[in-house]
């Protein structure tokens, strides 16, 4: 294998790792932290989990002690169905993608139908890739691979990915997966002539793995509405698999919905396309594909790649005018359910050396133990429409770079709009925005986190049975219409994902 003249994807361009969060308190669990870690248990004690037990006075204090909403541990992860074509340039010297508003192409085996994966839209991921048995479900073998590699990696390591030769990506939300298992591929949006990374299986010893994820050379040409009130259970390859639905539309759609808030967010590098690399040989006078397809400043620049950014807010303690708010600069990831903080900006808040508690992170070359996990007391997000407050928000402190000189704090996930549609709206070219939506009813009903809606969960919301926002027993995680009582509509929304797979 000959290695790319790329020396290889920073952290923050695929993170292939996987969680374990361990503590007192044990619970299975299956979630992704920032671009498919991979969150495989809770373990956090018992004292600082408020669901975990009917109300006592600590938990009262609490609730009183939070006057703005708490975000879960986790949020919402974007799962799409990704399918393949042979649809790429043949001009010479053109390694620019082409958008495809519809699905184009010839499959590279059988059935674009059948021959799907589910993977996520992935904001927080500087390519499009695909792991392990992926590549032969899409067909992305022999004659559709290149001899070039690129490394990736994160924690504890890396592995060399193949770059393939240019193909055509194409996804759509898990909505068009009829309950036969079949793709309507008259939904599918995508682009050509487009080289992604294809990894060797990538997994835990939990048996979780990386299956596949569209990144900013995709998703930065797009709009897309991520509907958290309108979750789709879909059973494919023997798995279930359950997200907000997504819909991926053009840039000026009519049916872009309309939401009351929106936080700006810009490219950390300037782009107006997105390309792979390629080198002409003088011996062969044949092109070679150097880099995959990356955002590009031009055509037959080199690409580096790119991810949205915005600035938050964040204090530990009261905020007040000797304690003010301080500005974190984070990356907006829909591929993580969950936020990051970095070291250096925990030192900047002055955060404690002891954490609330701790996880283990599962990455390519192994484990890492005892990962902190800190509550800020208080983060608000400047919106038009009105700023977003949050109390005891969590976050990871892993450090992280961008590898582009620039700085960052932190990873903003989807725990903080776990009960909220949004719609991620870029634009290379001028203003993009995160659009959110009012509270919404939503599919987290899974209270302690453990993958699955069941008798824990009921005692759970039993507890909180017949209150209201003042008293203690009120647990706001269990309101779903967030009017302030716990009563039979939201009763009959926690039935709804009753022993939801």
């Not at 634009?427 to 809606?453: I, K, Q, R, T, W």
């Amino acid at each position: 294998m000959k290695k790319a003249r790329f020396q290889g994807l920073n952290l923050l361009s695929i993170l292939l790792l996987f969680i374990g969060l361990f503590g007192d308190v044990r619970a299975e669990a299956t979630f992704r932290l920032n671009a498919n870690m991979q969150v495989t248990r809770i373990n956090k004690p018992a004292a600082s989990e408020p669901y975990a037990a009917v109300s006592t006075v600590s938990t009262a204090e609490h609730t009183l002690a939070t006057p703005h909403p708490v975000p879960p541990l986790a949020g919402f992860s974007p799962l799409v169905a990704i399918t393949t074509s042979n649809k790429r340039s043949f001009e010479e010297f053109n390694p620019e993608h082409q958008l495809e508003p519809m699905y184009t192409g010839s499959p590279l085996i059988g059935s674009a139908a059948e021959n799907y994966i589910i993977g996520v839209f992935d904001s927080g991921a500087m390519v499009d890739l695909v792991a392990g048995q992926s590549q032969d479900m899409l067909g992305i073998v022999g004659p559709y691979l290149t001899d070039r590699t690129m490394p990736i990696g994160g924690v504890g390591g890396q592995i060399d990915a193949l770059i393939s030769q240019p193909i055509g990506m194409f996804a759509a939300g898990l909505e068009a997966v009829d309950p036969n298992g079949t793709l309507d591929v008259s939904q599918l949006k995508g682009h050509s002539n487009t080289c992604i990374l294809v990894s060797p299986e990538i997994s835990c010893d939990t048996g979780e793995a990386i299956t596949g994820v569209i990144g900013t050379p995709f998703v930065s040409f797009y709009t897309t509405v991520i509907e958290n009130d309108n979750p789709q259970t879909v059973y494919h390859n023997n798995t279930y698999h359950s997200s907000p639905n997504v819909k991926i539309l053009q840039p000026y759609s009519g049916s872009i919905p309309e939401y009351p808030r929106r936080f700006s967010m810009e490219l950390n590098t300037p782009a107006t396309t997105a390309s792979y690399f390629q080198l002409f040989d003088i011996d062969t006078f044949e092109t070679t594909v150097e880099s995959p397809t990356m955002l590009s400043l031009y055509a037959f620049s080199i690409p580096f790649g790119g991810v949205f950014m915005t600035t938050i807010y964040v204090a530990e303690g009261q905020p007040d005018p000797t304690n003010p708010p301080q500005p974190m600069r984070v990356m907006v990831d829909t591929g993580a359910q969950s936020s990051i903080i970095t070291p250096a900006m925990a030192a900047k808040l002055s955060l404690p050396l002891t954490p609330d508690y701790t996880i283990d992170v599962c990455g390519i070359g192994g484990t890492t133990t005892d990962v902190p996990v800190y509550e800020i007391d208080y983060v608000r997000i400047n919106a038009l429409g009105g700023a977003m407050e949050f109390s005891n928000a969590p976050f990871v402190m892993l450090d992280l770079s961008l590898g582009d000189g620039g700085t960052l704090d932190g990873v903003l996930g989807m725990n903080f709009f776990w009960n909220r549609n949004v719609i991620f709206q870029p634009e290379l070219l001028g203003s993009s925005f995160f659009h959110v939506s009012d509270p919404v009813l939503y599919g987290h009903a899974d209270f302690n986190h453990d993958g699955a809606v069941d008798l824990a969960d009921f005692a759970i919301f039993a507890a909180a049975w017949k209150s209201q926002s003042p008293d203690e027993a009120y647990n706001p995680a269990c309101d779903f219409y967030m009017d302030g009582h716990i009563d039979e509509k939201d009763f009959e929304v926690f039935l709804l994902h009753w022993l939801n797979p």
